[in-house]
C-alpha cells in the first residue's frame, strides 16, 4: 500500500491503558506499509514543546518583617540541566521544529501549486490529545472501547517516544548486504513519525539525504547544461529539482474514500509474487527510495492518498511493481492521478532521445 506524502513530546509518564474487546473492530495488523518519495507541500505548523515550569510562592510581608532585597540572578549562555528536568525530554527539545525543517531544507519547501489533503476525522486529532495529557483515565477507557485503534496508537506512542531516531540522517548502515528490512530502523521511522504529529513531510525533511535528492546538488549541475539545453527545459529541471514532481496539483479527496482505498488493499497480483514483492521491497529500502513504517499508523495520518500497488510481468523482463495512481475503485473516486494536468508537466522525449543522437552523429559525419 503507498501513501502519497502530502503537497503541502511527549511526557514519561506511563498509564497502563484498559485493554479493550478485540471483536469491535477490525484485527491490527503489524505488517509495513512504505511511503514512497514524491511531490508534498510540507505546512509549517510548528509546534511548540511544552515545559512545566514550578513557582515558588513568597510569604507576604509585614510590618514587622523587613522587605529583603531580591538577589540578582545571574544567567548563563549555556542551559543547565537541574535535578528535576528529564535529560530525555531535553535531548527531544534541541530537535527542529516544523518549522526549522522547512528553513533548512532546500528542497520541497510550501508552495501553492502543490498541495494535497483529505477529509479529517476523530483519528486524525488522537495523538494530539494523547500528547496533551488532557484526558483523564476514564475518558481513555472510553476511546480504546469504542476505537480499539485507539490503543495501537497509546500502546506504540508510549513505546516509541524516547527512542533515539538521529540515526536515520545518516546513510543505511549495511546497506549493500542488508537482506531484509530492519525492524528497529521502522521502530526509529514510526518514533520521528510520531515526534512530529504523523506529518510525513516533517519526516522526509528530517531524514533528507537522498529522500531529498541533496545528491543531484541543482546548484551546480544546472550551470553545466544551461548553454546546451533550450531555457524551457532548463527552467523545467530546475523545478524539478527544487520542487519535485508534479509541477502543478491541487487535490483533495474525502474521508470516505480514503477509508474505502484503505479496505480494498494492493492488487491481488502482489499477493500472487510475494516473495519477489519482499525482494523489491527490501531493495527500495536499502536503497533509500521509500520509507517504511508500521501499517498500523496509516488511519492516523492527516491529508494522504492512498493507491493500490500492483504487479507487472512482462515476457523477456523482471517483474516490478508499479503504484496505480490511475485505479478507480467506484464512480465516486477521484484516483490520485486525475489531479494533475498534463499540460502543465515537462514533455516526455526521451523515448526520442536516441533516434535523435543518432541523426545528429550522422549528420556530423557527412
Not at 505546512?43 to 513557582?55: D, E, G
Request: proline share 9%; aromatic share 8%; with cysteine.
Amino acid at each position: 500500500m503507498t501513501v502519497e506524502p502530502s503537497p503541502i513530546q511527549s511526557r514519561t509518564t506511563k498509564i497502563q491503558a484498559k485493554q479493550p474487546a478485540q471483536d469491535m473492530d477490525a484485527p491490527l495488523a503489524m505488517d509495513t506499509v512504505t511511503f514512497r518519495d514524491g511531490t508534498f507541500d510540507p505546512v509549517s505548523s510548528a509546534t511548540a514543546i511544552p515545559f512545566k515550569s514550578t513557582l515558588i510562592s513568597q510569604p507576604a510581608t509585614t510590618a514587622n518583617k523587613p522587605v529583603t532585597p531580591r538577589k540578582k540572578v545571574r544567567f548563563d549562555d549555556d542551559p543547565k540541566l537541574t535535578a528535576s528536568f528529564n535529560e530525555e525530554h531535553f535531548n527531544r527539545s534541541v530537535l527542529p521544529t516544523h518549522y526549522d525543517l522547512i528553513r533548512e531544507t532546500k528542497f520541497g519547501k510550501p508552495n501553492i501549486n502543490q498541495s494535497f489533503s483529505s477529509g479529517k476525522t476523530l483519528q486524525h486529532v488522537m495523538l494530539p490529545l494523547f500528547k496533551s495529557r488532557f484526558l483523564q483515565q476514564s475518558s481513555l477507557d472510553c476511546i480504546f472501547r469504542s476505537y480499539p485503534r485507539a490503543t495501537m496508537l497509546w500502546n506504540e506512542h508510549n513505546r516509541l517516544k524516547n527512542i533515539d531516531f538521529s540515526p536515520l540522517r545518516n546513510p543505511t548502515p549495511n546497506w549493500s548486504t542488508q537482506t531484509a528490512i530492519d525492524p528497529h530502523r521502522v521502530d526509529m521511522m514510526a518514533a520521528c513519525l510520531l515526534h512530529y504529529d504523523l506529518d510525513i513531510p516533517a519526516l522526509v525533511q528530517y531524514c533528507g539525504g537522498e529522500h531529498l535528492g541533496a545528491h543531484l546538488q541543482p546548484q551546480d549541475a544546472l550551470p553545466h547544461v544551461e548553454d546546451i539545453l533550450d531555457p524551457v527545459v532548463v527552467e523545467d529541471l530546475r523545478r524539478i529539482l527544487t520542487y519535485g514532481l508534479p509541477g502543478h496539483v491541487n487535490g483533495d479527496i474525502s474521508a470516505q474514500q480514503f477509508r474505502e482505498y484503505l479496505t480494498h488493499c494492493n492488487h491481488s497480483s502482489l499477493a500472487a509474487n510475494l516473495d519477489h514483492t519482499r525482494k523489491v521491497l527490501n531493495k527500495e529500502d536499502r536503497n533509500s527510495s521509500i520509507l517504511t513504517l508500521p501499517q498500523w499508523m496509516t488511519p492516523f495520518i492527516p491529508d494522504c492518498g492512498i493507491a493500490p500497488q500492483g504487479l507487472i510481468s512482462k515476457p523477456g523482463s523482471k517483474p516490478r511493481i508499479v503504484y496505480d495512481g490511475s485505479f478507480q475503485l467506484s464512480p465516486m473516486s477521484i484516483p490520485y492521478n486525475w489531479f494533475i494536468d498534463l499540460a502543465n508537466e515537462p514533455e516526455i522525449v526521451f523515448g526520442e532521445a536516441l533516434p535523435g543522437c543518432i541523426t545528429e552523429l550522422c549528420n556530423l559525419s557527412q
